[in-house]
């Protein structure tokens, strides 16, 4: 069974750009979240998707959106990009916001964003 | 709010030696807790998990006890390898589902 897909690996990008990053669940699995680590604030929740509805959102600015396509396989925005925004984003997918008590959840290798 | 509390690393050891990495948390209702781990240059892994009081995740050797009463999740290895090194992220998540919380992590490092 293949894991969680992010891509790109790495990216670089500019301030004031927008980016795009990219996660294929496990298949079957419907709920994707993402994350965003860094070293001074460690590991923040971003938003969930269940089937193509964003079902929790964490603290973040509006620059930082999502959505989720009927596949389940989810995409995350970040506009006009600042010097903070580099981190590395992880996406996580479970069968659905309930079955992490029986399985968890499962993460992808995640996207290393660097903004210059 | 909900939030988890680790001890601060690193946490230095030679190889066999016994590990424990601490840690408590904060939460309304009966959260489940992980214990998660990342290898340099990777994603997070779950190692173990435990979803009501008194369970006991175990996996690779580790184990960690869900105790309700001090609200502790301490991970524990009787023999790490070098392989082991890595950081360790406990973590819960609260019974309405909302989102993963998680501690600051702890650097684990072996040597031979």
């Known amino acids: 069974k293949a894991g969680v897909t992010q891509t790109p690996r790495y990216l670089i990008k500019t301030r004031g750009q927008q980016v795009t990053l990219s996660c294929s669940p496990i298949?079957?699995?419907?709920?994707v979240s993402w994350y965003q680590q860094t070293p001074g604030q460690g590991l923040q929740f971003l938003f969930e998707?269940?089937?193509?509805?964003?079902?929790n959102k964490g603290n973040f600015p509006g620059r930082f959106s999502g959505r989720q396509f009927s596949n389940s396989r989810s995409e995350m925005n970040v506009s006009t990009l600042e010097l903070g925004d580099s981190a590395l984003y992880l996406c996580?997918?479970?069968?659905?916001?309930?079955?992490?008590?029986?399985?968890?959840?499962?993460f992808g290798s995640g996207t290393r964003l660097t903004v210059v | 709010g909900d939030s988890v509390t680790q001890m601060e690393g690193p946490v230095t050891l030679s190889e066999e030696a016994f590990l424990t990495i601490n840690c408590t948390y904060t939460?309304?209702?009966?959260?489940?807790l992980f214990w998660y781990v990342q290898y340099p240059g990777e994603g997070l892994q779950l190692l173990l998990k435990?979803?009501?009081?008194?369970d006991k995740g175990s996996n690779k050797g580790f184990e960690a006890t869900y105790r309700k009463e001090t609200t502790s999740f301490h991970l524990e290895k009787g023999s790490v390898q070098v392989s082991d090194s890595a950081v360790y992220f406990c973590?819960?998540?609260?019974?309405?589902?909302?989102?993963?919380?998680f501690g600051t992590g702890t650097r684990l490092l072996v040597s031979p």
């Open positions: 996580a997918s479970s069968s659905s916001p309930g079955a992490y008590t029986n399985y968890g959840y499962t």
């Open positions: 298949s079957g699995h419907r709920s």
């Open positions: 998707y269940f089937s193509e509805t964003q079902r």
């Open positions: 939460a309304t209702g009966y959260p489940s």
């Open positions: 435990a979803t009501k009081a008194d």
């Open positions: 973590a819960l998540i609260g019974p309405s589902f909302q989102k993963l919380v």
